[in-house]
C-alpha cells in the first residue's frame, strides 16, 4: 500500500472492484501527467482520506451489483461531493446507491459497440458531437434500468440505453463501455477531459518530479544508514540502484549474484557495462555451485523457485555481514507487484508462481526496505532511466527473471541442459538483434523441454532434446500476445540452433498468450 506521505498533492483515486482492466484506467490517468492511486474498494475509505484526492473514478467489476453483499462504494467519497467518473460496474453501483436501479438478465454485450451521442457534455467537450456516433468497447451482462434523480442520459447504444448518463452540475459522469481500454479509441481522450477539465488538475506528474521526490525520501529514510541493492543487470534494479547513489552516494553497496543460471557471457557484460558507467561500488558474488548443488534432483516449479528465493537471501545475508552490517536493503518492486498483492478479486487469490522476489526478506534479514519504483509501471520505470542518463543498453534490455534459466528448462536441472540452452537462447536472440526485431519484442528467450525425439542429421540417427522458442508483446508484463515472427525468419533461426548447438535436433514456437498461458514456461 502507498503510504501517505509519498503521494503527490494533486491525486486522482480510482476505487478497484476488481477488473481486469483497472490498471489500465491507471496508466490512461497518468498518461494524462496526473498521479493517481488503485485502492480496492473495501480499503478506498481510508485511501481516500490518507490520499486527499480532487477527483475519483469507479472501475469495471466482475461481480453483479443484484448479488447480495455485492461491493459498494463507500459513502464517504459519494458525499464528498468531488468530482466522479465511475465506468461499468461502477456506474451500476453509484447509480443503484443515488436511488436509481439495475437490473441483470439483459442482453449481454462483449466487444464493440456503437454508441450515439444525445447531449453536450463536459466529458467529452472536443471530442465528440451531438448527433454523431462513436465505437466504444462494452463487456456487461447487467444494465441500469432508471437514473438516480438529477441524471441525464448523454449517449446510448442499442443494448446500453445508458451508455453515458450523468449530472453535469454535481460533475458526476458514469458509462457503460470502458474508456480505460485501445479499443475505444476516444477513451483516453475522455479520461484526459475528466482529469483537467472536469476534475482540473494541471499535467505535473513527469519524471523529473519523481526523481526529486525519490531523492528527499531515501535520503529522509535511510538518514546516515548502509544500503545493499540487489542489482541484476536489469532495468529495475539498475534504475534503483542509480537514483539510490544520487540520494546517499557511498552508504550504497551493489551485490550482483552470478547464480550459475545467467545467460551466455551475461555477468561478464553486466559488470563490465556497469562498472564503466558507475562509479558505484558493485559486489560480484560466485554463488553458482550453492544454486546448482540445491536445485540438483529438484523438477517441481514452485519447489525449484523456492529454493532460489532462499538462496538469493542468504547470499545477501552473508554479503551484509561482510560489510559490517546493512540497515537497508534495496529492490526494484514496481507498481504492477504491489497492487497484485492488494486489488480486489473476489475471493483469496491464488498462487500462480512464487517470483522469486525478495517479499520474505525484510523479517528474515532484519532490513528495512527501500523500494523508490514502487509507483511505477515498467514503461516509466523506463522513463525514469532516460531522466537519471542511464545508457540505452540498461534502458531498452528486455525483463529476465531472477530466477534465470531454471525456469526455463521445465523439469530437473544439470549443468548440461543449461549450457544447451545457453548456446540455443544466445542464437536466438542474436538473429533477433540482427534483424532489427529486438525492441519491437518485449521478452524473448529459449526454453529447454526435457523432451527427447528422433531426429537424422547427417545420415545418422539422432535422439536429442527439443527447444522451445517465445517472443512476446506486452506493457508491463501482465497481459502478453505472442509475437508474429515471419516464418523465415523462424525457419533460418530453427536451422541455425541445430546446426551449431549439440544436443537440440527440433525447435518449436510457442504461440500462447497470457491469459491463459504465463510469460514464462515455470
Ligand atoms: N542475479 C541477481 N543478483 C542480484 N540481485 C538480483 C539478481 N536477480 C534479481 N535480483 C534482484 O531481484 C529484483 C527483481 O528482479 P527483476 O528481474 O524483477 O528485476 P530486474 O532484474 O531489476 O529488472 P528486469 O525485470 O528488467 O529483469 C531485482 O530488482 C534485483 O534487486
Ligand atoms: O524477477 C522475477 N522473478 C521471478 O521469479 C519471475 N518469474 C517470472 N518473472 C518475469 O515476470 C514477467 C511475467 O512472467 P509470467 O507471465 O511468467 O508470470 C516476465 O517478464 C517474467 O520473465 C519473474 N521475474
Ligand atoms: N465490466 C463490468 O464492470 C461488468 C459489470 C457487471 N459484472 C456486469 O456484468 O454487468
Ligand atoms: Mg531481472
Not at 528422433?454 to 545420415?459: L, N, Y
Amino acid at each position: 500500500m502507498q503510504t501517505p506521505e509519498t503521494a503527490a498533492p494533486d491525486a486522482i483515486l480510482i476505487v478497484d472492484f476488481g477488473s481486469q482492466v483497472t490498471q489500465l484506467i491507471a496508466r490512461r490517468v497518468r498518461e494524462t501527467g496526473v498521479y493517481c492511486e488503485i485502492h480496492p474498494f473495501n480499503k478506498a475509505a481510508e485511501a481516500f482520506a490518507a490520499l486527499q484526492p480532487k477527483g475519483v473514478i469507479f472501475s469495471g467489476g466482475p461481480a453483479s451489483v443484484t448479488d447480495e453483499g455485492s461491493p459498494r462504494a463507500p459513502q464517504s467519497i459519494i458525499d464528498s461531493g468531488l468530482p466522479i467518473l465511475a465506468i461499468c460496474y461502477g456506474q451500476q453501483t453509484f447509480c443503484l446507491q443515488l436511488g436509481g436501479k439495475v437490473e441483470g438478465g439483459h442482453h449481454r454485450e462483449f466487444g464493440r459497440a456503437d454508441i450515439e451521442v444525445l447531449e453536450p457534455s463536459a466529458l467529452y467537450d472536443g471530442i465528440w458531437e451531438v448527433g454523431g456516433r462513436y465505437p466504444v468497447w462494452m463487456s456487461h451482462g447487467d444494465r441500469v434500468t432508471e437514473l438516480p434523480e438529477g441524471f441525464k442520459v448523454m449517449a446510448t447504444s442499442p443494448n446500453a440505453p445508458f451508455a453515458i448518463a450523468g449530472d453535469e452540475a454535481k460533475k458526476r459522469y458514469t458509462t457503460m463501455f470502458h474508456p480505460e481500454v485501445v479499443h475505444t479509441p476516444d477513451g483516453g481522450k475522455l479520461l484526459a477531459n475528466f482529469v483537467h477539465n472536469i476534475v482540473g488538475l494541471k499535467s505535473d506528474w513527469n519524471m523529473l518530479a519523481y526523481r526529486q521526490k525519490m531523492v528527499e525520501k531515501i535520503r529522509t529514510q535511510v538518514g546516515t544508514g548502509k544500503v545493499i541493492c540487489g542489482l541484476s543487470g536489469g532495468v529495475d534494479s539498475s534504475v534503483a540502484a542509480v537514483l539510490i547513489h544520487e540520494a546517499i552516494g557511498d552508504q550504497l553497496t551493489c551485490i550482483y549474484v552470478d547464480h550459475g543460471l545467467m545467460r551466455l557471457n551475461e555477468t561478464e557484460q553486466v559488470l563490465t557495462m556497469f562498472r564503466d558507467t558507475y562509479n558505484i561500488p558493485l559486489v560480484h558474488v560466485d554463488a553458482s555451485r550453492v544454486f546448482l548443488r540445491e536445485l540438483e534432483g529438484q523438477s517441481d516449479p514452485e519447489t525449484k523457485r523456492k529454493i532460489i528465493g532462499r538462496l538469493f537471501i542468504e547470499t545477501f545475508e552473508e554479503e551484509a555481514r561482510k560489510l559490517g552490517g546493512a540497515q537497508f536493503l534495496a529492490q526494484g518492486t514496481l507498481y504492477p507487484d504491489v497492487i497484485e498483492s492488494v486489488s480486489f478479486t473476489g475471493g483469496p487469490s491464488v498462487t500462480i508462481k512464487s517470483h522469486h522476489n525478495v517479499g520474505g526478506l525484510p523479517e528474515r534479514m532484519n532490513m528495512q526496505l527501500v523500494e523508490p519504483l514502487r509507483e511505477l509501471f515498467k514503461d516509466e520505470v523506463r522513463a525514469l532511466g532516460r531522466e537519471l542518463g542511464l545508457p540505452e543498453s540498461f534502458i531498452g534490455r528486455h525483463p529476465f527473471p531472477g530466477p534465470g534459466l531454471a525456469i526455463r528448462c521445465p523439469g530437473g536441472i544439470t549443468p548440461e541442459k543449461l549450457e544447451i540452452l545457453r548456446q540455443a537462447d544466445a542464437i536466438y536472440l542474436d538473429e533477433i538483434r540482427k534483424s532489427g526485431q529486438y525492441d519491437k519484442i518485449w521478452q524473448a528467450f529459449a526454453v529447454l523441454l526435457p523432451v527427447q525425439t528422433v531426429g537424422v542429421m547427417g545420415d545418422g540417427r539422432t535422439y536429442e532434446f527439443v527447444c522451445a522458442l517465445r517472443a512476446v508483446t506486452s506493457v508491463d508484463g501482465m497481459t502478453a500476445d505472442f509475437y508474429q515472427f515471419d516464418m523465415n525468419f523462424l525457419g533460418k533461426t530453427a536451422t541455425r540452433i541445430i546446426n551449431e548447438v549439440r544436443g537440440i535436433n527440433r525447435v518449436v514456437y510457442d504461440v500462447t498468450s497470457k491469459p491463459p498461458g504465463t510469460i514464462e514456461w515455470e
